[in-house]
């Protein structure tokens, strides 16, 4: 280290190793960052990779003599600053934030449009404009925000004159330039600090405004003389509010919505290719179990949009799509797991009942979704698999309470082609647990929300069994 050039600057002592072109920074011994936390100060490094692209590494600890304490090694790639205009200013840099979708909220200071994240300290000195003109940030401090800091600060950027946000349209081409829906069981996820998932996004342009009221589970669902009420009564649910599913129940539930007379599969399939994964025969008798909970109401109106379900050499990560353009699934041909495919096909042949069903179930689920997200009024932020562990920077929707027993917020996903409205996830991420085992179901309906307490998983559950219920009035 003694032969390196040393630079200091406030929160590090900073080298440059010409022969890897890195710059080796040391922590204050014993200090981390402006925050003084480990955790914190990595979770900062993290972001710093995924939201500026950034390749920042641990090398580990070390105790220089004659310190007590150990300081933190890190390496970031060296930037070679141009001579006559070294650093931008402060409005290149707004430029530069605004396209990695961040709001300006003060001098300095910006609030992530997607994410509950903050960048402070967002000075001039604390860019480089490369030789090439790129501008680089080296030493921004960013940090998570709780739901009501997050609130104030989107509070303070819709105040303030914002540059426009990036255009991502010409990026995209062949299949990412059509509509299309899929679960994401194979895109890369990105974690967060590991502890905890915000438990919110900003509900309304003022910071004053909570959650509204939320009508008892009776009101809504446990109208009496509807299907679902008798349904209920079937299964001994009295209480909606209150009740207990047993494993026992949550079996006989799945068996009620099952048909004695299923539709005849070649009514609702227009073809069913296979490949040498899996054989046509297997991918048909999961669909004829998924039809088994058709009744007829529901199986006339989508016999008028049969599907077409086939394998495409060209999905990359993802496990199926629904794309209803042309009305049919596609398949990815390297999915070996069955049940995962099982599960899968369930959720794209849900998109399909809910998009091509009848328009009372998509009345249905957009109702429940407004109420839920005041009116669609959410920002659209990166969404949470697990507490802590990010989708794909592309999964965006309205957290609200859609958020099950793991944490999953994918119900509440939002496409960039799609209306908000038509909440598109909902009836998918909801209905495909009727391929899980009864002990994960009755886990699912039991589940409180850690955000309200409320039964927000159930009740979005029934109100999508909607056009499933036995009796359901023709559409």
């Not at 890195?22 to 939201?51: D, S, V």
């Not at 589970?217 to 008798?230: D, H, I, M, V, Y």
Request: hydrophobic share 35%; net charge neutral.
């Amino acid at each position: 280290m003694a032969s390196l050039r040393k630079f200091r600057g406030a929160e590090h002592d900073v080298y440059h190793h010409r022969p890897s072109n890195l710059a080796i920074k040391l922590t204050r011994p014993g200090e981390f960052g402006w925050g003084g936390n480990i955790q914190t100060y990595l979770r900062r490094l993290a972001w710093t990779n995924i939201l500026f692209d950034d390749d920042v590494a641990v090398a580990g600890l070390t105790q220089l003599p004659g310190e007590s304490l150990p300081r933190l090694v890190t390496t970031q790639p060296w930037y070679d600053a141009q001579e006559a205009s070294p650093h931008p200013n402060a409005a290149e840099i707004q430029t530069y934030m605004r396209a990695k979708g961040f709001l300006k909220v003060a001098d300095e200071g910006y609030v992530h449009e997607h994410l509950d994240i903050y960048a402070s300290d967002a000075k001039p000195d604390n860019f480089i404009r490369t030789i090439s003109g790129m501008i680089r940030p080296i030493d921004l401090i960013l940090g998570q925000t709780d739901e009501q800091e997050y609130r104030r600060l989107r509070d303070l950027a819709e105040d303030l004159p914002q540059m426009p946000g990036p255009d991502r349209r010409s990026e995209e081409t062949g299949l990412g330039d059509r509509l299309q829906f899929s679960q994401t069981e194979l895109e890369t996820q990105h974690t967060s600090d590991g502890s905890r998932a915000p438990k919110s996004a900003r509900r309304a342009s003022s910071s004053q405004q909570t959650t509204p009221p939320q009508p008892s589970l009776n009101e809504t669902l446990g109208a009496p003389g509807t299907p679902l009420r008798s349904l209920l009564d079937k299964l001994g649910v009295r209480d909606l509010d209150t009740h207990v599913f047993t494993e026992v129940q949550a079996q006989q539930l799945v068996t009620l919505l099952k048909q004695d007379t299923p539709p005849k599969l070649d009514t609702l399939v227009r073809g069913i290719t296979g490949d040498n994964t899996h054989s046509s025969e297997q991918i048909r008798t999961i669909v004829e179990e998924f039809a088994s909970f058709m009744p007829p109401a529901l199986a006339r109106q989508l016999a008028k949009h049969p599907v077409a379900i086939a394998f495409d050499q060209k999905l990359a990560k993802k496990v199926a799509v629904y794309r209803p353009e042309d009305n049919s699934i596609a398949v990815n041909p390297k999915i070996t797991d069955l049940s995962k495919l099982r599960r899968t096909l369930f959720h794209e042949l849900v998109h399909w009942a809910h998009l091509k069903g009848p328009s009372s179930f998509r009345e249905r689920v957009t109702a429940l979704a407004s109420r839920r997200t005041s009116g669609f009024t959410e920002p659209q932020l990166i969404l949470y698999k697990a507490p802590g562990l990010l989708y794909d920077l592309e999964v965006r929707g309205m957290r609200d309470d859609w958020a099950d027993i793991n944490g999953d917020e994918y119900a509440g996903r939002v496409y960039r082609r799609a209306a908000a409205s038509l909440a598109v996830e909902v009836p998918t991420v909801h209905l495909e647990k009727l391929t899980y085992h009864s002990s994960e179901l009755a886990d699912y309906l039991n589940h409180r929300s850690n955000r309200t307490g409320h039964r927000s998983w159930r009740e979005a559950f029934l109100t999508c069994l909607d056009p499933f219920l036995p009796s359901n009035p023709q559409p």
